[in-house]
């Protein structure tokens, strides 16, 4: 029910995005989805992988601060309204959305979710009859 994402504090400065997507690279980790949010001097970049441990491992041993957090990815399908839906609901229920970015990878299509109850969410999302990718079915 839960998609592992991996979220990477990393400084603003040149070079540092390319080397973590290196470290990923050389670890043939495939970055499914990505969300980078910065301020002047640290950015903070979140991502869905086809390896979130070992990704994680990867990164913290290559001078990164990496943590897994638990999201949610909700199917959407590609048509007018979809993203309104799941706001409805979650709204309906009130829950807070911290933030959200948006996932296609081949025929997966999804939006990450991130609220102020998982699981709370999870159960409305369910009821609602959206559907969830759980992490080993986005990430093969």
């Known amino acids: 029910m839960f998609v592992k994402q991996l979220s990477v504090f990393m400084e603003n400065r040149e070079g540092r995005l390319e ?6 690279k050389e670890q043939n980790i495939n970055i499914l989805a990505l969300s980078m949010a ?3 001097e640290y950015g903070m970049l979140r991502m869905v992988v086809s390896n979130p441990e070992e ?3 990867a990164l913290k041993e290559n001078g990164f601060s990496a943590m897994l957090t638990d999201v949610l990815a909700v199917r959407l399908e590609d048509q007018v309204g979809e993203l309104h839906s799941l706001t409805l609901v ?3 229920k009130g ?5 959200m970015y ?3 990878s081949g025929e997966r299509k999804a939006i ?3 609220t102020s109850d998982a ?3 999870a159960a409305a999302i369910r009821e609602s009859g959206l559907r969830l990718y759980g992490n080993e079915e986005l990430c093969r």
Do not use: G, H, P
């Open 19 to 24: 080397k973590a997507a290196e470290i990923l």
């Open 38 to 40: 910065d301020t002047t």
């Open 55 to 57: 990704a994680k491992t």
């Open 90 to 92: 979650l709204c309906a």
């Open 95 to 99: 829950l807070n959305i911290e933030y």
């Open 102 to 104: 948006s996932l296609v």
């Open 112 to 114: 990450i979710v991130k």
């Open 119 to 121: 699981e709370k969410a």
